[in-house]
């Protein structure tokens, strides 16, 4: 049986927030955007059509849960939501909180070259608070 192992690049850019019933929930590591990475945690998964039907449906479920999130404690503009997966080739759910003062609206974050790390104590705050809605939505 293959062990679940997250990709080397979003170990690096990302920092671990909860486990839900399918993914692992992951904060980029850019305090430029509200930016929650979703991961499902079973092995080998490139595309979402590859997820049983019942862990489809979980996914979406999951990824309304993180944009409700966002959306709760930032109050954004839009949340976008994305898989793209051109650098990453395993399955991952981009859940982003947009504001129309964010220095790249309204165009794409991917690319955008704005990109900010946060500090420890910012990062270990906004992890926590972010845990804890999960837990209570």
Avoid at 68 to 85: M, Q, S, Y
Avoid at 104 to 123: D, I, K, L, Q, T
Wanted: a negative charge.
């Amino acid at each position: 049986m293959t062990m679940f192992h997250l990709h080397d690049r979003l170990e690096a850019d990302t920092v671990p927030v909860a486990h839900l019933p399918l993914c692992r929930v992951l904060l980029m590591d850019n305090r430029v955007w509200p930016w929650l990475i979703l991961v499902p945690a079973q092995p080998g998964l490139t595309e979402i059509h590859q997820l049983s039907p019942e862990d489809r449906h979980r996914l979406i479920d999951e990824t309304a849960l993180a944009s409700r999130v966002l959306e709760g404690l930032f109050a954004p503009d839009k949340i976008n939501v994305g898989a793209l997966g051109n650098l990453v080739p395993q399955l991952h759910i981009h859940v982003v909180a947009r504001s129309r003062t964010d220095p790249a609206w309204p165009g794409p974050v991917w690319g955008s070259g704005f990109a900010e790390r946060y500090g420890p104590e910012e990062r270990d705050s906004l992890t926590r608070r972010i845990g804890e809605a999960l837990s209570r939505k």
